[in-house]
């Protein structure tokens, strides 16, 4: 099977700097797409940021120019470089990944997968 393994989430100041780690590991084939996602409590998970299976990217309103997402295919890994963080940016980060796998599951060879979550707290 796959498994998506985050890393990098914590405790900083208004202001400050974290980076996000995203490992994709497993019977993989390929990744298409790669995401972060996030989730405050009481509110529905939203996307932050996707990158394509090249360089593209998209971001939402609230994070453009603060967050840089980037992958290293030859690692399977995804990150978001975040950037004058405030606390409305508080909340559960979460990593997605569309993937082919190297043998087929219930006839499907294309997946999505998701990590567990890495927490996020900028405090003001």
């Known amino acids: 099977q796959v498994q998506l393994a985050e890393s990098g989430g914590g405790l900083v100041q208004a202001g400050g700097s974290l980076r996000l780690s995203c490992t994709a590991s497993g019977d993989i084939s390929s990744i298409n797409a790669m995401a972060w996602y996030r989730q405050a409590p009481g509110k529905q998970r939203e996307l932050v940021a996707t990158?394509?299976?090249?360089?593209?990217?998209k971001y939402s309103d609230s994070v453009k120019g603060r967050f840089t997402i980037s992958r290293d295919n030859a690692k399977n890994t995804v990150y978001l470089q975040m950037n004058s963080l405030k606390p409305e940016d508080t909340a559960a980060y979460y990593c997605y990944a569309d993937i082919n796998l190297l043998y087929r599951i219930e006839g499907r060879r294309r997946l999505d997968y998701w990590g567990q979550g890495t927490q996020v707290t900028v405090s003001s």
């Open positions: 990158i394509g299976s090249g360089t593209s990217t």
